[in-house]
């Protein structure tokens, strides 16, 4: 029975949660990392769409240079106009800061003549300083009023504390994406905002699968073993369908990536991509590896939990031969008799 | 299982029927500008701007588009608390239609008070004063408790002689560089730059005017028109009756300066730009021009016509009732759009594909079903996009196309937790036929749950956010409504279907084998 066999029948047995201090450490350093790269960089490379500005794109027929677009730029009177050339020089991009009407009219007609094309071949974007501060601003407070609703709902439908450990995975994902974000220095635009409330959609999703798993566990083995236990018998029978799930995301993700970046040269969903594929990365160890741990620590804190611990070690002392615990019989939870539940709480007499 | 076939059939028939049947009326998703090329343009109005003043700009804004031409299809409409959204597609000449659309348009009839040849320069009035200044400093002091402070400065006296010096008498609103107005207001003077024609030449000129005595609402009617007699192109205003004795009166005061006076012009200004500014002429009588009719003359090329036309356009439907600042300009050129498009579809199969080898891969006869299951989502997806935008005016933005792309993800879901779901009752000791049934009871709970979270998402993202946000919002809230629907209506009687064939249990194809 090789490993892909005993992942696909669920009969993994991974420590998820005994080993969660390396879990954590991992995260915590990958954290760190973020926060000294925003550090050292000065923060986020903010696209126009949020500090206001001009960004003219377009083809390159007459195959100019950088230095021909930059004499275009300063005689119009233009000053730190960031100009590139994508594609191998078959495209380029020219972004200033915000101009006036008649400035802008003027570069755009210098740029049309110096890359050999007409007007309307060229795209432009421009944006007013105080409408990116609008969109950032929104985009905020919809993050910050998702994060409530979210954390309300999970209360509502599972519990306080499986909330509380989806929002710190998600929290987790996000930093990490930006974090990548601030060390490589690419810039963030709408599309990379659209990006991290995906990941937050795909984080959650993927939190709330294996947490359903649990809170169904725990109705089935929530008297014989230790909350710990529990998780890590939940998570090896659903960590087929998470790497599964992250798998195809990947994949759909990986394909706007690909042909983002090789095919096409499509920047926007270079921009959407790179963002995503880290997001759905770091979502897909955060559920496994930082939500359901934490999760475990903070019930096994719980006095019931914590007696039902000290009374399976006791047992163990007696009879080592108990280690294993009961059989986990995989599904079997299902059972109409037990499915439908709801989580019972470890017997409340005993407990104190 | 009659009944399970015949509701899996009326499914299939209508996800697919109904798609094939929009796509062969020509209905199709109608595709945002990033993907099809065009001008995209967010105005934003000061904050706390009524709802009322903004729809009725919208629409002044829509009749004059319509007026100017040269556009297909513009879209206007209000987005969020106090912006407009104007959509452009293939428009030749964007700046002449933003123009058109955002232009305030205030038209305002005003005396000339002063005009000075020449160039822009700083605002001097040169006036002649004898002044003498007398600053007297005295001794001040001051006592607290026991200790005395005494500061003392000698009296000064600053006298300057009398004679002719330069006092600078800046007005409000006057930019002191260049001595023009910055910020035009119809009830204050102003100095705006014109220029005039002087002994055949174009010389340019500073004119200083007074408040405005008519208005843009004065204005009944504004027709663009040729005067072959001098083949010029005119705009002819007719103003309305209280317009008309403004502008007698307006006219009859010009009439009292002599025909050379710079105070016998009359300064026509739109938006703080001086159209015209031509004198009253030497046979209007002391009464001034009555009758209620005026008109602007422009040149004779085919620029000045198309200026006159858009003139007319502003002056005939009024002035906006707010200024609008544009916050945001997005031009996608044909190609781009196209570009992006192909791309986002590429990626877009791409990834179907991949994912649709995944799950053949893992799931075998299951898989199959679920990538049925993927086509029966996706025929719904575009029905739906495509219905929203006949009827909605929902345009699919690359956003939008990256929310279903990303929806694609979240649909494989939940075949894979139902699926894994059957494999692990199956483990468990169920029959093949028990395990779909179970199965999807404890899979479908946690789909629901997983899904309302994705749902609560697109539903606030869609009310808070602005701009691109809400195409990928609003994409990926119908994508998850329908993967919902999809998951009830066709994943539960195909599964179960599956499971009362033969290949719920036997060759290597079937669910048990799936489950080794």
Known sequence: VNLWQRLNRGETKVDFVGKRQIWFRMSMLAIGLTLIALVIRGGLNLGIEFEGGVSVTGPNPAAATVEDFRAVTVATGVEDAVIQLINDGEGFRVQTIALDPETEDTLLDGIAEVSGNERPDLSIDAVGPSFGALILRQSLIALVVFLLAVTLFMTWRLELKMALAGIAALVHDLLLTTGVYALTGFEVTPATVVALLTILGYSLYDTVVVFEKIREMVGQYGDRLTYSEVVNRSMNLVLSRSLNTSLTSLLTVGSILFVGSFVLGATTLEDFALALFVGLAASTYSSIFVAAPLLATWKEKEEAWAHRRRKIEAKLRVDPAAAEGPVAKPGAGAAPRVANRPAPRPPKKRAR | VRRRLIGLVLVLVLAWGGVGLLLANGITPKLGLDLQGGTSVVLTAPAGTDEEVLEQAVEIMRARIEEVGGVQEPEIAISGSNTVLVQLPGVEDEQRALDAIGQTGQLSFRPVLDAIFGD?????????????????????????????????????????????????????????VTGLTTEDDPNLDAYLQTITSFL????????????????????????????????????????????ADKFAELTANAVTFPVDSPQRRIAIVLDGEVVASPGVSQDVGAEGITG????????????????????????????????FERSQVQKVSATLGEDSLRAGLLAGYIGLALVAILLIVYYRAMGVVSIIGLTVFGSILVAVFALLGEYQGLTLTLAGVTGVIVSIGITADSYIVYIERVKEEIRGGRTVRSAADEGFKQAFRTILTADAVSLLGAVLLFFLSVGPVKGFALALGIATLIDLFVVRAYTRRAIWLLAHTPLADRGPLSIRATTQ
Request: proline share 9%; hydrophobic share 30%.
């Open chain 2, 120 to 176: 822009v320069g700083p605002l001097v009035t040169t006036t002649t004063t004898s002044t003498t200044t007398t600053t007297t400093a005295g001794t001040s002091t001051t006592a607290t408790g026991d200790s005395t402070t005494t500061s003392s400065t000698a009296p000064t006296t600053t006298t300057s002689e009398p004679g002719p010096t330069t006092t600078t008498t800046l007005p409000p609103n006057v930019d002191p």
């Open chain 2, 200 to 243: 055949g030449q174009a010389v340019p000129e500073v004119i200083h005017v007074g408040p405005a005595s008519l208005v843009g609402s004065d204005v009944a009617d504004a027709i663009p028109g040729f005067d072959p007699s001098r083949a010029l192109w005119v705009v002819n205003l007719d103003l309305t009756s209280e317009g």
């Open chain 2, 292 to 323: 209620g009719e005026a008109q602007i003359t422009f040149g004779g090329s085919a620029e000045d016509e198309q200026q006159a036309r858009d003139v007319a356009a502003l002056l005939r439907y009024g002035s906006l009732p707010v200024a």
